[in-house]
């Protein structure tokens, strides 16, 4: 016979001396294991997956590069089909939003330490730009109260190291270094960055963030002077009690206009249900209560300041005074170290806040409008907005979830709306910035905490986290009581750090379950109805029963029940010596040590040393080893020696150089604990072909030469091979045979010919499925202890056991 011309890896192993220790690729010793009515199919081995395989998978096509290209600019796949129905819906939505951005944009602006036009640029430049990144038709990008909160904390804390350094500058220089780290997180694809903030951590990180910005407010809102609100939210509500001696007449606006905010949209959805046929009008009327509010209030100032402004003398009510019109300060960013070094600690804050509130809101009105958002593109359209708004003169923008909602219920169509509102915002900027002189700075500290209002988690929403997971709740209050008694960056900082390290510990400290099969039959009521002849009669509480045979199967549950199965149901050891361990959290370097220390420790528990004499004397032994110190083999001992253990891989997707090892080293542990017999590693439910191939260069999923030795094997021969079939598609496929079956009405003799499980070298015949000419094995037939459920597995595990035990006792 021709010798073959070595592989490549064969070449290389030679080269640097590489033992190979994968197992035999002899074809003809496994065919000897492969039934005799198998003949009419073709042997399937199963060949490993290759770095060159993997790298054309993940290597780029033309076609994904035409893709990616493409998702850049969503709004190519709806542009070309807009139509009047959807242009009369953006423009009612764009309006109605644009009526409620410009108020708060520069009530928020205050917030950020910055005069009121920054908020109009932020918004113009937001819903501008937006709309040509946009996969979500209903997000409004602009000023946000919690980020205007951050930025004017970062603005704060530069004035103090550098007070030559105006505070617009700060916060351009802010959001353009912020939208170049979240566009370069969209253009990388890197949008799934966000699931690792959970919703407690979003839902503590808002509350505390509305708790601290409300409480800044009040001094305004009551006319307080003197109250430091960048503190920690805990003194300033201290100070602010303090000074309610001080309250001026701004109280009075304040308290008034706040209260009338809360009346409007009470009334408003009281009448809403009371006259549902005119919910629609409700809804406006409620929507521009901040636009009237601030309107009526805006008069009422006047009315208060103007005999003073004529005398010359300063205004009893706080008022913003000269708002510029148009971009006065629009100019290319200053860019600087000295700048950029001075907020550097505080960009991850920054970062998290824009993508916490801009992906939570998109993904929420997308479930609620049944659509689905990309969440990098959006990290593409939001780095956009924020690369481009400070040449305007913006500051940072993100989604606002305020006016995200209003622009939903107005029946926005496409994110084309967002063009709308610019032109409402560019309006307000060229020709109304006269009116803005009168706005009280009270009435703008009312709509503040009007808005931070509706972020605030309800009671119910914690009480939901208490009934799923306990332990988040303590998260979420931790957030809470950070942001309150410190910032909101260390806030945001420990609900992350928190959830974080929840992760990890149920991943390192999970434990897995031992198994036993339970016969397990399905029960279906027959409400009164005959039973067929296929089915028996039984009674389960006051229901008749219909009980079918062919639901008769085996199921494998946790022995001690920690699944919450009937206490009832008699689950044993599947098999004196054998062990099903299912992984409950998947299978990884960090918990890899704990699963494995808590099999070895239930298998020393449960079973016996096969032969305590290798142990030698006692000066031989192992220092810890567990085996007492003279060993009594007068005592009996009545548990069984270990024999196979089957390893549930159905949670196990991916395993790493240390999982084998652990692995490796378990073997090598229970090997010398059960000799001089061998113990069989059996695998069920291993979907991943790289998770295959790891074990088997591991050593695992076959058997050795050296094991087939032991007990006076010499090959595959020697063991029985199990494994499961299916029929061949095609024209004889099981669907369409039991179609025919069916139209046919064949005999009930046809019935239940199916093979589940097949075995080399057992004492029964494989029987003929009658709905296939040929049969296949469902996996590769080179590594027999790779099983395609945990059925298969119990079935090799314990056919080789009992050949085991035969061999010894003839050798005995």
């Given at each position: 016979?021709?010798?073959?011309?070595?592989?490549?890896?064969?070449?290389?192993?030679?080269?640097?001396?590489?033992?190979?220790?994968?197992?035999?690729?002899?074809?003809?010793?496994y065919a000897a294991s492969i039934p005799s009515s198998l003949t009419t199919a073709d042997v399937y081995i199963e060949e490993e997956p290759t770095v060159k395989e993997y790298l054309q998978e993940i290597a780029p096509s033309w076609n994904d590069v035409y893709n990616y290209v493409y998702r850049l600019f969503p709004f190519i796949s709806w542009i070309g089909k807009y139509n009047l129905t959807w242009a009369l819906?953006?423009?009612?939505?764009?309006?109605?939003?644009?009526?409620?951005?410009?108020?708060?944009?520069?009530?928020?602006?205050?917030?950020?330490?910055?005069?009121?036009?920054?908020?109009?640029?932020?918004?113009?430049?937001?819903?501008?730009?937006?709309?040509?990144?946009?996969?979500?038709?209903?997000?409004?990008?602009?000023?946000?109260?919690?980020?205007?909160?951050?930025?004017?904390?970062?603005?704060?804390?530069?004035?103090?190291?550098?007070?030559?350094?105006?505070?617009?500058?700060?916060?351009?220089?802010?959001?353009?270094?912020?939208?170049?780290?979240?566009?370069?997180?969209?253009?990388?694809?890197?949008?799934?960055?966000?699931?690792?903030?959970?919703?407690?951590?979003?839902?503590?990180?808002?509350?505390?963030?509305?708790?601290?910005?409300?409480?800044?407010?009040?001094?305004?809102?009551?006319?307080?002077?003197?109250?430091?609100?960048?503190?920690?939210?805990?003194?300033?509500?201290?100070?602010?009690?303090?000074?309610?001696?001080?309250?001026?007449?701004?109280?009075?606006?304040?308290?008034?206009?706040?209260?009338?905010?809360?009346?409007?949209?009470?009334?408003?959805?009281?009448?809403?249900?009371?006259?549902?046929?005119?919910?629609?009008?409700?809804?406006?009327?409620?929507?521009?209560?901040?636009?009237?509010?601030?309107?009526?209030?805006?008069?009422?100032?006047?009315?208060?300041?103007?005999?003073?402004?004529?005398?010359?003398?300063?205004?009893?009510?706080?008022?913003?005074?000269?708002?510029?019109?148009?971009?006065?300060?629009?100019?290319?960013?200053?860019?600087?170290?000295?700048?950029?070094?001075?907020?550097?600690?505080?960009?991850?804050?920054?970062?998290?806040?824009?993508?916490?509130?801009?992906?939570?809101?998109?993904?929420?009105?997308?479930?609620?409008?049944?659509?689905?958002?990309?969440?990098?593109?959006?990290?593409?359209?939001?780095?956009?907005?924020?690369?481009?708004?400070?040449?305007?003169?913006?500051?940072?923008?993100?989604?606002?979830?305020?006016?995200?909602?209003?622009?939903?219920?107005?029946?926005?169509?496409?994110?084309?709306?967002?063009?709308?509102?610019?032109?409402?915002?560019?309006?307000?900027?060229?020709?109304?910035?006269?009116?803005?002189?009168?706005?009280?700075?009270?009435?703008?500290?009312?709509?503040?905490?009007?808005?931070?209002?509706?972020?605030?988690?309800?009671?119910?929403?914690?009480?939901?986290?208490?009934?799923?997971?306990?332990?988040?709740?303590?998260?979420?209050?931790?957030?809470?009581?950070?942001?309150?008694?410190?910032?909101?960056?260390?806030?945001?900082?420990?609900t992350i750090c928190m959830s974080v390290a929840v992760v990890i510990f149920r991943i390192v400290l999970s434990n897995g379950r031992f198994l036993g099969p339970a016969r397990i039959r399905t029960l279906q009521a027959a409400h009164g109805a005959a039973s067929p002849s296929s089915a028996s009669e039984t009674k389960l509480g006051s229901e008749k029963i219909e009980e079918h045979e062919i639901s008769s199967r085996?199921?494998?549950?946790?022995?001690?029940?920690?699944?919450?199965?009937?206490?009832?149901?008699?689950?044993?050891?599947?098999?004196?010596?054998?062990?099903?361990?299912?992984?409950?959290?998947?299978?990884?370097?960090?918990?890899?040590?704990?699963?494995?220390?808590?099999?070895?420790?239930?298998?020393?528990?449960?079973?016996?040393?096969?032969?305590?004499?290798?142990?030698?004397?006692?000066?031989?032994?192992?220092?810890?080893?567990?085996?007492?110190?003279?060993l009594n083999h007068n005592e009996p001992d009545n548990r069984p020696t270990l024999k196979a253990i089957i390893l549930d891989f159905a949670t196990v997707n991916h395993i790493d150089a240390t999982v084998a090892q652990t692995l490796i080293d378990v073997r090598n542990q229970l090997d010398r604990y059960a000799a001089p017999d061998r113990v069989d590693w059996h695998f069920a439910h291993v979907e991943s072909r790289?998770?295959?191939?790891?074990?088997?260069?591991?050593?695992?999923?076959?058997?050795?030469?050296?094991?087939?030795?032991?007990?006076?094997?010499?090959?595959?021969?020697?063991?029985?091979?199990?494994?499961?079939?299916?029929?061949?598609?095609?024209?004889?496929?099981?669907?369409?045979?039991?179609?025919?079956?069916?139209?046919?009405?064949?005999?009930?003799?046809?019935?239940?010919?199916?093979?589940?499980?097949?075995?080399?070298?057992?004492?029964?015949?494989?029987?003929?499925?009658?709905?296939?000419?040929?049969?296949?094995?469902?996996?590769?037939?080179?590594?027999?202890?790779?099983?395609?459920?945990?059925?298969?597995?119990?079935?090799?595990?314990?056919?080789?056991?009992?050949?085991?035990?035969?061999?010894?006792?003839?050798?005995?």
């Amino acid at each position: 016979m021709a010798s073959s011309k070595p592989t490549i890896e064969e070449r290389l192993d030679r080269v640097f001396g590489i033992k190979n220790t994968q197992p035999e690729r002899d074809q003809a010793a496994y065919a000897a294991s492969i039934p005799s009515s198998l003949t009419t199919a073709d042997v399937y081995i199963e060949e490993e997956p290759t770095v060159k395989e993997y790298l054309q998978e993940i290597a780029p096509s033309w076609n994904d590069v035409y893709n990616y290209v493409y998702r850049l600019f969503p709004f190519i796949s709806w542009i070309g089909k807009y139509n009047l129905t959807w242009a009369l819906g953006d423009t009612i939505a764009g309006v109605t939003v644009g009526a409620v951005v410009v108020p708060q944009s520069m009530a928020y602006a205050q917030l950020a330490l910055l005069n009121v036009e920054y908020g109009l640029y932020s918004s113009f430049m937001g819903v501008l730009v937006y709309w040509f990144f946009a996969t979500s038709k209903d997000i409004t990008i602009g000023p946000v109260a919690v980020m205007s909160q951050v930025t004017g904390n970062i603005v704060a804390k530069v004035a103090e190291s550098n007070p030559e350094i105006p505070g617009h500058v700060v916060a351009s220089c802010l959001a353009f270094i912020t939208g170049a780290i979240i566009l370069f997180l969209g253009l990388v694809r890197l949008g799934w960055i966000v699931e690792f903030i959970p919703l407690p951590s979003i839902c503590a990180f808002m509350t505390g963030s509305a708790i601290n910005i409300a409480a800044g407010q009040v001094s305004k809102l009551m006319g307080i002077h003197g109250v430091k609100t960048r503190e920690a939210p805990y003194k300033v509500i201290i100070n602010t009690l303090k000074g309610l001696p001080r309250t001026s007449l701004d109280a009075a606006l304040g308290l008034t206009a706040l209260f009338m905010l809360y009346g409007i949209r009470s009334l408003c959805s009281y009448m809403a249900k009371k006259q549902p046929h005119r919910q629609k009008l409700y809804f406006f009327l409620s929507t521009l209560r901040t636009a009237f509010v601030i309107l009526l209030y805006t008069g009422i100032s006047a009315g208060i300041n103007l005999p003073h402004r004529s005398k010359g003398e300063g205004y009893p009510i706080g008022i913003l005074k000269k708002v510029p019109s148009g971009f006065r300060h629009a100019a290319v960013p200053t860019l600087n170290s000295t700048i950029i070094s001075s907020f550097a600690s505080e960009l991850p804050a920054a970062v998290i806040v824009m993508l916490i509130e801009h992906i939570s809101i998109s993904k929420s009105f997308g479930r609620i409008n049944n659509y689905v958002i990309d969440p990098s593109q959006e990290l593409v359209a939001i780095g956009v907005t924020n690369l481009l708004g400070p040449f305007l003169g913006a500051y940072p923008a993100t989604g606002s979830f305020s006016r995200t909602a209003i622009k939903s219920k107005a029946g926005v169509r496409t994110p084309f709306a967002g063009v709308i509102t610019a032109l409402v915002v560019l309006l307000a900027l060229y020709a109304l910035t006269a009116v803005f002189y009168y706005i009280p700075d009270a009435a703008l500290a009312a709509v503040i905490i009007h808005a931070v209002g509706d972020v605030i988690t309800p009671p119910r929403t914690v009480y939901q986290f208490w009934r799923v997971s306990p332990l988040e709740v303590i998260i979420f209050f931790a957030g809470v009581f950070v942001t309150i008694f410190s910032t909101i960056e260390n806030g945001i900082y420990t609900t992350i750090c928190m959830s974080v390290a929840v992760v990890i510990f149920r991943i390192v400290l999970s434990n897995g379950r031992f198994l036993g099969p339970a016969r397990i039959r399905t029960l279906q009521a027959a409400h009164g109805a005959a039973s067929p002849s296929s089915a028996s009669e039984t009674k389960l509480g006051s229901e008749k029963i219909e009980e079918h045979e062919i639901s008769s199967r085996t199921g494998f549950l946790p022995i001690q029940h920690q699944d919450g199965s009937n206490p009832a149901v008699a689950v044993e050891s599947p098999y004196p010596g054998i062990f099903i361990y299912r992984f409950a959290e998947g299978l990884k370097y960090p918990n890899a040590s704990h699963y494995m220390n808590h099999l070895t420790e239930t298998i020393f528990k449960q079973t016996r040393r096969t032969n305590p004499d290798l142990l030698g004397k006692l000066g031989d032994r192992p220092w810890n080893d567990a085996e007492p110190r003279k060993l009594n083999h007068n005592e009996p001992d009545n548990r069984p020696t270990l024999k196979a253990i089957i390893l549930d891989f159905a949670t196990v997707n991916h395993i790493d150089a240390t999982v084998a090892q652990t692995l490796i080293d378990v073997r090598n542990q229970l090997d010398r604990y059960a000799a001089p017999d061998r113990v069989d590693w059996h695998f069920a439910h291993v979907e991943s072909r790289w998770t295959k191939r790891a074990l088997a260069a591991a050593g695992f999923g076959y058997r050795t030469p050296q094991q087939s030795a032991v007990g006076g094997g010499d090959g595959p021969g020697h063991w029985k091979t199990i494994f499961s079939i299916a029929d061949l598609g095609g024209s004889d496929s099981p669907a369409k045979a039991a179609a025919a079956i069916e139209g046919r009405q064949e005999s009930e003799a046809h019935k239940g010919d199916d093979i589940e499980h097949l075995g080399a070298g057992l004492d029964r015949d494989i029987p003929k499925n009658p709905r296939s000419e040929r049969l296949v094995a469902v996996q590769g037939l080179n590594r027999p202890f790779f099983h395609f459920d945990l059925q298969e597995a119990l079935d090799a595990a314990i056919a080789n056991a009992e050949i085991n035990s035969s061999v010894s006792e003839k050798v005995a």
